[in-house]
């Protein structure tokens, strides 16, 4: 798996905004990606997912996130962290279950090229269904994410679904 390209859906369906990563990510494998790109869904990301984030050349996450902005608004953030930096690699975008990402930097050797793809979060996760503002986001974070694979030199669309590869819990 060395040198390659991690998708974290990060999120939980059952929680309104909180599944638009997964939801995306779902999308993703619908259009077809490559198999060299591996898809993950998951509710956090902590230590477990180290051994994966060290064999990773690039990661993107893509989810909701809480930087006080409108609902809806769709954000991009790069690793910002040098490697010698005691500080965190990105802002605290969530409440919890990134404190890894934060800190990617203390964990690893060599940082993988980081992006965080993130929706602005307006409903509580609680309730079950999206947001407005999140529904009508949702085909730009899969745009963007798209976009994103590209630029590492992934193709999008041109992988017949079934050999693309999958969504992994």
């Known amino acids: 798996m060395k040198d ?10 059952t929680r ?26 998951t509710r956090e990301i902590g230590t ?21 902005a409108a609902p809806g608004t769709l954000h991009r953030l790069k690793w910002c962290a040098a490697q010698d930096d005691l500080g ?3 802002p605290a975008f969530r409440s919890r279950g990134i404190e890894v990402l934060l800190m990617l930097h203390v964990w ?10 993130g929706v602005e979060a307006l409903r509580p996760a609680s309730l079950v269904t999206l947001s407005a503002p999140v529904a009508r986001a949702l085909p730009e974070l ?14 999008v669309g041109e992988v017949p679904a079934v050999a693309a590869g999958g969504l992994a819990s």
């Open 142 to 155: 899969v745009e963007r994410s798209v976009i994103e694979l590209q630029r590492w030199g992934h193709r």
């Open 48 to 68: 477990r997912m180290l051994p994966v984030l060290a064999e990773a050349r690039h990661v993107l996450v893509v989810g909701a996130v809480r930087l006080g």
């Open 88 to 90: 965190p690699g990105l």
């Open 16 to 41: 309104g905004d909180d599944a638009v990563g997964p939801l995306a990510a779902a999308e993703l494998v619908r259009r077809g990606v490559e198999p060299d790109v591996l898809l993950l869904d």
């Open 4 to 13: 390659a390209t991690l998708v974290i859906a990060l999120g939980d369906l």
């Open 108 to 117: 690893l050797d060599t940082v993988p090229e980081l992006t965080v793809l």
